[in-house]
T-cell receptor, first 116, second 112 residues
Framework: DTAVSQTPKYLVTQMGNDKSIKCEQN?????MYWYKQDSKKFLKIMFS???????INETVPNRFSPKSPDKAHLNLHINSLELGDSAVYFC???????????????FGAGTRLSVL | KQEVTQIPAALSVPEGENLVLNCSFT??????LQWFRQDPGKGLTSLLL?????REQTSGRLNASLDKSSGRSTLYIAASQPGDSATYLC???????????FGEGTQLTVNP
């Protein structure tokens, strides 16, 4: 069974459209993340949720809105897509039990978004 | 603001060679450092995690070291194989449950 799964794997859409990417983890983790990997392969954090609460919100346009219906899901909704949004988006999850527990972040396979 | 740099950007070696990948970070107040592997079109696979209090971690042919005071980590790969070809990413975490700050990666090619 896949630990962190993202859908869809590929997403091709026109500029101006609204789209969503879904992420689910079956690891029982309480923290989930969205990262963006640009054309230069550089990975940067976008958002982090802990127990359905937003804890990290980097400087991301407000066209990007994460939604966490429960601990196991963190979806990413993008409004009014722009050419510059084309990238690979990775979801990740980890446990977060305090300073004594350095848990690994597990990543999904990524969603390759192409905006035309 | 934490910045992570990886050298070299790309490395090509013949099969069987031992090799070292380098990672440096600007703020030594880190919680842990992780090395990941990324295959083309795939997600990231965690290879090794070193806590800030540790100096090294080993897994099979991989050995990662951490020198927090100088802001450096190395990933040593022994007896490289073509299957080791991938991009290797270094990432630091500053507090538990916080973001990972990634380097730009080293693209490794091991030639048969």
């Amino acid at each position: 069974d896949t630990a962190v799964s993202q859908t869809p794997k590929y997403l091709v859409t026109q500029m101006g459209n609204d789209k969503s990417i879904k992420c689910e983890q079956n690891l029982g983790h309480d923290t989930m993340y969205w990262y963006k990997q640009d054309s230069k392969k550089f990975l940067k954090i976008m958002f982090s949720y802990n127990n359905k609460e937003l804890i990290i919100n980097e400087t991301v346009p407000n066209r990007f809105s994460p939604k966490s219906p429960d601990k196991a899901h963190l979806n990413l909704h993008i409004n009014s897509l722009e050419l510059g949004d084309s990238a690979v988006y990775f979801c990740a999850s980890s446990l977060n039990l305090g300073q004594s527990s350095p848990y690994i972040q597990y990543f999904g396979a990524g969603t390759r978004l192409s905006v035309l | 603001k934490q910045e992570v740099t990886q050298i070299p950007a790309a490395l090509s070696v013949p099969e069987g060679e031992n090799l070292v990948l380098n990672c440096s970070f600007t703020d030594s107040a880190i919680y842990n450092l992780q090395w990941f592997r990324q295959d083309p079109g795939k997600g990231l696979t965690s290879l090794l995690l070193i806590q800030s209090s540790q100096r090294e971690q080993t897994s099979g042919r991989l050995n990662a070291s951490l020198d927090k005071s100088s802001g450096r980590s190395t990933l040593y790969i022994a007896a490289s194989q073509p299957g080791d070809s991938a991009t290797y990413l270094c990432a630091v975490q500053e507090t538990s449950g916080s973001r990972l700050t990634f380097g730009e990666g080293t693209q490794l090619t091991v030639n048969p």
